[in-house]
Structure formats: structure tokens, C-alpha cells
């Protein structure tokens, strides 16, 4: 396992150093679309690879991961606003999208607003959602493109933080399980707390 893990740090970084701010656009592209790619395991060692080499600029991965983000969030945005609701409704599950979790994105959007927009890009389960309802209710094009740049640029601005400070963990980065475990479970708890908070309780409150 600690020699699987390292193979594979060690290959992501590689793949980084060859493709730069172009890989990590797609990524988060792909990140904002139906595909469970979560950005927690894309900027970080993009940032790490800024901080220690000197490849790329923290600035430029921020804006990179937020081009990628809007990008892809464009295209769910779009794809529902033509297809309109139903269609997203049956056809959705194919796409990781079941009818439940669309009507739960609904549901945050509802309450939320613009604000939602914003606060998604912080969240998961929802960011990769929030352009179905947006686009079936046909809210503002360029308001939705503006909350998802900012919020975007945050998050990613967030996760390179994550990656410098993890970065300084010698056990971490010699792929060692415990040091991985542990930031792992702290990472996930942390993300558990903000989605149970706003989304989960949130989109429950909403079928009362």
C-alpha cells in the first residue's frame, strides 16, 4: 500500500510537471461535471509542486483551477438550461446526477440564491450540482459565471494553503499511511461538518 500510494504521488506530480496549468484546468473541468474527481486531490499537490520547485505560481494554479471550474460548471449550467427540467430529471442518473440529488441541489439553490452559488463552490456534493438547477431556472448567465469565479478562486486559493501546509509533512510526502490517515480523516471530517451543515440539514429542512 505505502509503495502504491508513493507511485502515485509520484506520478500525479510527474503528469503536473509535464501539463501544467493545462492539466489542472481540465481536471477541475472534469471536477465540475458529473465525474467524482474531487479538487482536494488536484491543487494540493499543484501547489506543493508552486512552493517547492518553482514550476508554477500559486497565483496562476488559483486561476487555473477557478478557469476550470467555471468552465465545467458552464457546461452543466447550459446543458440544463436546453434540456430543461425533465429531461435532466430522467436522464441524470446516467450521469452520477439521480433525480434526488438534483431536487436537493434545487432545494439549496432555492434557498440560497445567488449566495448559493458562491458557497457551493465550497462544498461537496453540491459544487458539481449547482449548474442543474441554476440552468433550469435560467438564472443570470453572467451572475452565475461571476459567483463561480469567486467562489472558485477561494476554494482553490484554500487548497493551495492545504497543499503548502501539507507539503512540510515529511511522513506525508514520503507516502507514508498514518501521515495520509491522518490528513485524510481530518479533511473529510472537516468537509463532513460544512456539508452537514449547509447543505444536508438545509435540503432536509426543505421538504417539511
Known amino acids: 500500500m505505502h509503495d502504491l500510494l508513493k507511485d502515485l504521488i509520484d506520478w500525479y506530480v510527474k503528469s503536473l510537471e509535464a501539463g501544467g496549468y493545462p492539466l489542472i484546468v481540465l481536471l477541475m473541468f472534469i471536477e465540475s461535471t458529473f465525474l467524482p474527481l474531487p479538487s482536494e486531490l488536484i491543487i494540493p499537490p499543484a501547489a506543493h509542486l508552486a512552493y517547492t520547485k518553482g514550476h508554477m505560481s500559486l497565483a496562476g494554479i488559483v486561476l487555473a483551477g477557478a478557469l476550470g471550474s467555471w468552465l465545467g460548471?458552464?457546461?452543466?449550467?447550459?446543458?440544463?438550461?436546453?434540456?430543461?427540467?425533465?429531461?435532466?430529471?430522467?436522464?441524470?442518473?446516467?450521469?452520477?446526477?439521480?433525480?434526488?440529488?438534483?431536487?436537493?441541489?434545487?432545494?439549496?439553490?432555492?434557498?440560497?440564491?445567488?449566495?448559493?452559488?458562491?458557497?457551493?463552490?465550497?462544498?461537496?456534493?453540491?459544487?458539481?450540482?449547482?449548474?442543474?438547477?441554476?440552468?433550469?431556472?435560467?438564472?443570470?448567465?453572467?451572475?452565475?459565471?461571476?459567483?463561480t469565479l469567486v467562489g472558485s478562486g477561494l476554494w482553490c486559493g484554500v487548497l493551495c494553503w492545504l497543499g503548502i501546509k501539507a507539503g512540510q509533512d515529511e511522513a506525508l510526502m514520503k507516502g507514508e499511511l498514518h501521515a495520509i490517515t491522518l490528513w485524510g480523516a481530518g479533511i473529510l471530517g472537516v468537509l463532513g461538518v460544512i456539508y452537514w451543515f449547509f447543505v444536508h440539514r438545509q435540503m432536509h429542512e426543505g421538504k417539511k
Open 73 to 147: 460548471a458552464t457546461a452543466m449550467y447550459w446543458a440544463s438550461r436546453w434540456a430543461g427540467r425533465p429531461l435532466a430529471l430522467k436522464f441524470g442518473k446516467y450521469f452520477l446526477a439521480p433525480p434526488e440529488k438534483i431536487e436537493k441541489a434545487e432545494r439549496w439553490a432555492a434557498a440560497y440564491g445567488n449566495y448559493g452559488i458562491f458557497a457551493s463552490r465550497l462544498l461537496p456534493v453540491v459544487r458539481h450540482l449547482i449548474g442543474i438547477p441554476a440552468g433550469i431556472v435560467r438564472m443570470d448567465y453572467w451572475k452565475f459565471s461571476l459567483w
